[in-house]
């Protein structure tokens, strides 16, 4: 049996509300820790990449400020 078979006899709105509806209530916390999950990997991810880049930053002026100098 098929799902198309099942819903063969159902009105539309059950196919298209109501099933969706109860994904969502069933699935929903699932789905938004998932959201969550990505958001705050994506955020840790940004944060990394401006440190990073902060640091290369802070290095090179920090080496070409040495550099122009003799004394060290």
């Known amino acids: 049996m098929a799902v198309r078979e099942i819903f063969a006899g ?3 709105w059950v196919k298209w509300v109501a099933v969706p509806v109860i994904a969502l209530i069933v699935f929903g916390g699932l789905i938004l820790n998932l959201v969550g999950f ?8 940004l944060v990394f990449v401006a440190l990073v880049g902060g640091l290369v930053y802070v290095v090179r ?4 400020s040495s550099s122009s100098r003799s004394d060290w």
């Open 10 to 12: 159902m009105p539309w």
């Open 38 to 45: 990505v958001i705050g990997l994506l955020f840790k991810v």
């Open 61 to 64: 002026k920090f080496m070409s």
